[in-house]
């Protein structure tokens, strides 16, 4: 997997995603994430994993043609229901994950953070629902996973603006968990993982599945209604135009059709 880098130590998996400086993703990342997330769910001596990324975002959203500042895409070319399949096996891992967030979580780089049970951060972290922005719906669960993490009110904020939310508010909206500084990111990541890891295993995983509980079922209803939005909306004129505006970092000019 060439990737990612997996190492296992104290009972805790690092997953470190190798695709500086951005971190973009496409069906065939997605589809090695969730090949070692299973491997390390069916692993008994793994008993938390820690899903980070190397360069200067955690992932800055689904790859674009030209990778010009990774903030859109085009999701016809991406095979969006074939990510979003891949990124179910993500959520159906028995484990708990902890994402250590640097720089930008854009996009479905935003819903692969919220793949994670917790996020560490640091002040330059930034998350952003930017799919409105690219005349597009989101996908990735997110219209499951940000209410249901941060309430409806602030998720709609950020959905329906685009906005970007730096480390100091997702920490105070509850998007992440802990803010350290970047030196102590991984560390810090790697320490909740441990502490968590030192409990009794069968407990722990019998917790968070009563914790989750029904939430990959209503995350396959929800990835069905995304896709099928996004395929219509994939069709209209602003579409197009999102995505080169966002290109050329410019205001979008949207007709409505």
Do not use: W
Request: net charge neutral; proline share 4%.
């Amino acid at each position: 997997m060439s990737d990612l880098a997996v190492n296992l130590d104290q009972h805790v998996a690092l997953i470190e995603i190798q695709r500086p400086p951005h971190n973009h993703f496409d069906v065939e990342l997605i589809t090695q994430l969730a090949d070692v997330f299973e491997q390390m769910d069916r692993e008994p001596d793994c008993r938390a994993l820690v899903l980070a990324s190397q360069g200067r975002s955690f992932c800055a959203g689904a790859h674009f043609r030209s990778e010009a500042d990774g903030a859109g895409v085009d999701g016809r070319e991406l095979r969006a229901d074939d990510i979003y399949t891949q990124a179910l096996r993500l959520f159906a891992c028995g484990k708990p994950v902890v994402a250590a967030v640097q720089g930008a979580a854009v996009g479905g780089g935003l819903g692969l953070a919220l793949v994670a049970d917790f996020r560490v951060a640091t002040p330059a972290s930034r998350f952003v629902a930017n799919f409105v922005r690219l005349g597009i719906h989101p996908g990735f669960g997110l219209t499951h996973t940000l209410p249901r993490l941060v309430g409806m009110q602030c998720a709609q904020r950020m959905f329906l603006t685009a906005c970007s939310v730096g480390g100091e508010e997702a920490l105070q909206i509850g998007l992440v968990d802990r803010l350290v500084a970047s030196s102590m990111l991984l560390a810090e990541a790697l320490g909740l993982a441990r502490s968590i890891a030192a409990n009794a295993p069968l407990a722990v995983v019998s917790t968070r599945a009563t914790l989750r509980r029904g939430l990959l079922e209503a995350l396959r209803t929800q990835t069905a209604h995304e896709f099928s939005e996004q395929v219509r909306l994939f069709q209209t004129e602003d579409h197009p135009e999102g995505v080169r505006a966002v290109r050329e970092k410019r205001t979008g000019r949207f007709v409505g059709r």
